[in-house]
């Protein structure tokens, strides 16, 4: 079974600059989320979808930052404009539902703002 | 306070060494529990889930007290191959996924 898919794996931009980052989750998995994980901590939710209905995005800086999921399946989480405290590794998990369900992580896109 | 909190460590032990990391959650309507590994520049991968009654996987226990709000994990005759960060992770009655700093440890010969 494949797994969470991730691109880019890196990226590299200048502070105020945008950047997109995509996921594809595992086939079948309705939940998909999106994490930020900044060196030292652990990963912080920035939103959920549930198919294409976003349950939770308290944490989105919705500023500067925008997800969507188009059809229920694909994701895209973009960042316009950039600040570099934005540095981080962007983590895509998808799980089969909600409630207490593991998540899988993809390998992440780590972010670094100049 | 932080919502969840873990001993961020680092811990380090010889092989063989049995060795347990506490966190503690402050939302007293988390619903369900985990532990996560995560090795250096890799993404989270589940280790195990945490029920009431505690659970046991091999080498490795978890425990949860919910009267006072915290959970554990154990692990026995460490390998070096269980060198790596153990996230604790609740989840609140929202499907809110909360995510520990993290312990770290090494595992050494």
């Known amino acids: 079974e494949a797994g969470v898919a991730q691109s880019p794996r890196y990226k590299i931009i200048e502070k105020r600059q945008s950047v997109a980052f995509w996921c594809n989750p595992i086939?079948?998995?309705?939940?998909l989320y999106w994490y930020q994980q900044i060196l030292g901590q652990g990963p912080k939710l920035l939103i959920q979808f549930q198919n294409n209905g976003v349950v939770d995005d308290s944490q989105l800086p919705k500023d500067r930052f925008s997800a969507e999921r188009l059809k229920g399946v694909d994701s895209t989480l973009k960042i316009q404009p950039a600040k570099l405290e934005d540095s981080a590794v962007y983590l895509c998990?998808?799980?089969?539902?909600?409630?207490?369900?593991?998540?899988?992580f993809g390998p992440g896109t780590r972010l670094t703002v100049t | 306070r932080k919502e969840v909190e873990q001993d961020p460590g680092p811990f380090n032990v010889p092989e063989g060494a049995t060795v347990a990391f506490n966190c503690t959650y402050s939302?007293?309507?988390?619903?369900?529990f985990f532990w996560y590994r995560q090795d250096c520049r890799k993404e989270p991968k589940l280790l195990m889930s945490v029920y009431s009654s505690g659970n046991e996987d091999g080498r490795f226990t978890a425990q949860l007290n919910r009267a006072s709000q915290y959970i554990s994990l154990l692990i026995r005759d460490s390998k070096l191959s269980d060198s790596a960060t153990y996230l604790c992770?609740?989840?609140?009655?929202?499907?809110?996924?909360?995510f520990g700093a993290g312990t770290r440890l090494t595992v050494k010969p």
């Open positions: 992770v609740v989840n609140n009655n929202n499907n809110d996924m909360r």
């Open positions: 998990a998808s799980s089969p539902g909600q409630k207490g369900y593991e998540q899988y």
């Open positions: 086939s079948g998995h309705a939940t």
């Open positions: 939302n007293s309507a988390s619903q369900s």
